[in-house]
């Protein structure tokens, strides 16, 4: 039940909205003439359109109208009792009837002397010779009919006229709502209107099944109400109208559906969302020359009994896989009014051994009779499109004994050349000023997606269909079509423009098997300079690629690639000069190293091999790359320093930069002290006017001057932490008693607070020739008394100062103070 009432609300909103917004004539162009007979202004026979069914041209039940569509009807004259009836004409209970021409249909065109008090319209009435549906009724059919007191409405009219009762005061009229009459009288003082109720069903919806088919409605207020059927099961016949309302609309049929008549007043049948008779128990569909569109596709697809198919002549096309995966389908009868055959239209019909194609057939799909191509024998006219067809595509051909004209272009043998096929046309055609080509590639799969497939499409769907992936104009009879991805069947197909401006039909298609696949263009994700290496990372690697060849390149240009499917020219833009060049990387991450500044385009195309050779894909879209800021500098460190200087050198990089720039820091604060500039020539210098005992952070950056402008290296790497060498201390000394000597000294201190600072003393005797260590000192030590030493011995005194950080890593000594000679006594 969900199911249902899903499709029908769908159903009901489509049609509304079409039924709605189409103004459309009831009567089409034909006017009633004096005598009564309906014809066309021309005299001619009435025909019925589509739009004579859906609309209702006189009421749409809010006041408006169509005007532009709609004949003037208030000039035809009521046919009264005092009017002499035509041929067509007769009476039935009072009211005049007029027959349509060519159908077993009638319509009210005025009433007589003996029409009843209490009149009903119903569904048929006799003409003495058999009952006739009613059909219509004329505008201003009852006008003046005082007689009348009572009207019950049960004919289902599908064209209504206006103002049906006007001047008939102090009437009843009995109809169902929202039905075209009801619209015309909802707002009427002077008639005293009574609605009836359709029956509902359990769930309060408008629907009833008679004989064996399920009618729903669809009713607003804004328009008249209609009915769609659904064939339920065995053998049915479709009603013309129910309640007063019509039936417009065939749109499925349930699986135990054996056969469908279709009533002359339904024009339309199926659903766009829907398989109409797909895998039914159907035997044989005839489908009138009344049905003038089928929507949908499918429509009898995978009907395992049926035997036997007649068209009719009211559409023009066989959709896609209509009858396809019928194996018992052995004839079928294809009407003058078919003008192509779709996708998979008869699809593994193995019982169809023939079939009778008409010269108004001009366009027949390549998959038309997937499955059967060598089992079916064509059957039509010497020089028809079928004949041609057949040729084209290989299928045995048996002309019937007729012979026909029709302009149709071959296409010779393509040769194909791994991924690229030449195609030329066949003949000289001298008539012809340019061609137009279209490349069809053949697919099979489930041609609908979603969660609902299963309740719309009941078993497993599978399908072949053409997908037009090519079409473009080219004033040459032999063209290359380059870059085709996938290694499959293709079909080919052109036509003419004709000096007198006109199209030839499409040729036949003419397959063009491509047995290599080709990667698809390549897509670049992210691109990442650093200095002169540059990293290229790929979105993924293709199925079918072998590897990828990549190029950074200078001065782009528009390559013309190939013709797309809207006709319009596929070009790329591909650097013109290659600078760097990587081949044969099969990974999605490649790095150019060593590349000199500049700016450059990047691009990449993949290749699929068949054997040595290399078929390509579509360059990918270029990327801008700039190569500005150079490599960071590596290897800093300090080789000398005093107390005033720092000399360090750095590595050497095969691109060298436009130059360096060393910045000294205090370590403590980060403020730069000194900024010197270095030629791209040197990879080393010496920083002077520093304060002794100083630590300080010394970053060489590399830099590259582009259009004015610097850019800078990184300088992550690129520094050291270093510190001048202590100031020499100034140191005096004298004998104490004790047979001692105290030593005193003063100078520069090392500022450096964070690590280790201190002052070692030194000395020796007289005699020795080399100095020992003495004490070690903090750096706020000032002065130092020595223990006892030896009397009347001479000594000699110095001291320098230690710097060390804070790992002791590093230590930095500074000058010797002056020597201090000293006689213990």
């Not at 027959?99 to 009435?125: A, N, Q, S, W």
Request: proline share 3%; hydrophobic share 35%; with cysteine.
């Amino acid at each position: 039940m969900l199911r249902k009432k899903w499709e029908r609300t769908f159903l009901v909103t489509v049609l509304a909205m079409t039924m709605s917004l189409t103004p459309v004539s009831a009567f089409g162009s034909e006017a009633f003439t004096d005598g009564g007979e309906v014809g066309q202004a021309d005299g001619s026979a009435d025909s019925f359109v589509e739009e004579d069914l859906l609309e209702n041209v006189f009421d749409d039940g809010v006041g408006t109208e169509s005007v532009s569509e709609v004949p003037d009807m208030t000039s035809e004259p009521v046919v009264s009792a005092e009017t002499e009836l035509s041929s067509n004409q007769f009476v039935y209970e009072g009211v005049i009837y007029r027959k349509d021409t060519g159908r077993d249909t009638c319509g009210i065109v005025g009433y007589t002397e003996e029409v009843p008090e209490d009149l009903t319209l119903k569904e048929y009435v006799s003409d003495g010779t058999k009952d006739l549906f009613v059909y219509s009724v004329a505008d201003k059919a009852f006008q003046n009919c005082t007689k009348l007191k009572k009207v019950s409405v049960e004919s289902a009219f599908f064209e209504v006229g206006k103002n049906i009762f006007d001047g008939c005061e102090g009437l009843t009229v009995e109809c169902y709502r929202y039905t075209y009459i009801y619209n015309d009288l909802k707002d009427n003082e002077k008639i005293n209107l009574v609605v009836r109720e359709r029956p509902v069903n359990e769930d309060g919806e408008e629907e009833v099944e008679v004989d064996n088919v399920s009618y729903w409605a669809g009713i607003f207020e804004w328009h008249s109400p209609y009915y769609h059927a659904e064939g339920l099961r065995g053998n049915v016949s479709v009603e013309r109208g129910l309640y007063g309302t019509p039936v417009t609309m065939f749109s499925q049929a349930r699986k135990d559906i054996e056969k469908v008549e279709f009533p002359d007043t339904i024009q339309e049948i199926g659903s766009y969302d829907l398989c109409m008779f797909r895998c039914s128990m159907l035997r044989e569909l005839i489908i009138p020359d009344h049905i003038t569109e089928i929507d949908g596709e499918f429509i009898a697809s995978d009907c395992k009994n049926l035997e036997y198919v007649h068209t009719g002549n009211g559409y023009r096309r066989i959709g896609a896989s209509d009858y396809s995966d019928c194996p018992k389908l052995k004839k079928v009868e294809i009407g003058k009014s078919v003008e192509s055959i779709d996708d998979g239209a008869f699809k593994n019909c193995y019982s169809l051994k023939e079939l009778y194609i008409p010269s108004n057939v001009k366009e027949i799909s390549a998959t038309a009779f997937w499955g059967i191509e060598n089992s079916i024998t064509i059957i039509g006219e010497k020089g028809s499109y079928a004949e041609a067809y057949a040729d084209s595509m290989g299928i045995n051909f048996k002309n019937n004994g007729k012979v026909t004209e029709i302009s149709v272009l071959q296409v010779n043998k393509p040769v194909v050349a791994g991924n690229v096929i030449n195609v030329s046309v066949a003949g000289k055609n001298t008539d012809i000023m340019k061609y137009e080509y279209r490349v069809d590639q053949v697919a099979e799969g489930e041609p609908y997606e979603g969660e609902d497939v299963e309740l719309l499409i009941p078993g497993t769907l599978i399908a072949t269909w053409e997908e037009s992936i090519r079409t473009f104009e080219m004033k040459d009879a032999v063209v290359e079509i380059p870059y085709l991805s996938e290694a499959g069947d293709y079909y080919i197909r052109v036509r003419g423009l004709k000096k007198d401006k006109t199209w030839t039909i499409w040729s036949p298609p003419k397959k063009a098997t491509v047995k290599v696949n080709t990667p698809v263009l390549p897509e670049i994700t992210k691109v990442t300079v650093k200095g002169s290496t540059v990293t290229v990372t790929l979105k993924n690697l293709d199925k079918h690629a072998y590897a990828y060849d990549y190029v950074l390149g200078i001065k782009p240009e528009e390559k013309f690639l190939y013709y797309g499917w809207n006709g319009l020219k596929v070009s790329q833009s591909v650097p013109s000069i290659k600078k760097y060049e990587l081949k044969d990387k099969s990974t999605i991450n490649v790095t150019f190293k060593n590349v000199k500044k500049g700016t450059y385009y990047l691009s990449v195309r993949g290749y699929s091999k068949d054997g040595n050779k290399k078929y390509y894909s579509i360059p990918s879209k270029i990327k801008k790359v700039n190569v500005f800021r150079p490599a960071m500098v590596r290897g800093v460190q300090v080789t000398g320093r005093t107390d005033s200087s720092i000399t360090c050198k750095w590595m050497s990089e095969k691109i060298r930069p436009d130059g360096y720039v060393v910045y000294v820091q205090d370590s403590r604060t980060g403020k730069n002290i000194k900024r010197v500039n270095v030629k791209n020539s040197l990879t080393s210098m010496t920083v002077k006017g520093l304060a002794a005992g100083q630590r300080y952070k010394i970053i060489v950056r590399a830099y590259n001057r582009v259009n004015g402008k610097n850019y800078y290296s990184d300088y992550s790497e690129s520094q050291v932490i270093c510190f001048t060498a202590p100031g020499t201390p100034s140191l005096k000394g004298k004998a104490v008693s004790g047979h001692k000597v105290r030593l005193d000294w003063s100078g520069a201190f090392a500022a450096y607070k964070d690590g280790e600072c201190s002052y070692v003393i030194y000395y020796r005797n007289a005699k020795d020739k080399g100095y020992q260590r003495l004490m070690k000192f903090t750096d706020g030590d000032k002065n130092f008394i020595t223990k006892a030493l030896k009397k009347d011995n001479t000594y000699y005194f110095k001291m320098r100062g230690i710097v060390r950080d804070e790992n002791g890593n590093y230590a930095t000594t500074g000058a010797y103070s002056n020597i201090v000679k000293v006689i213990v006594k």
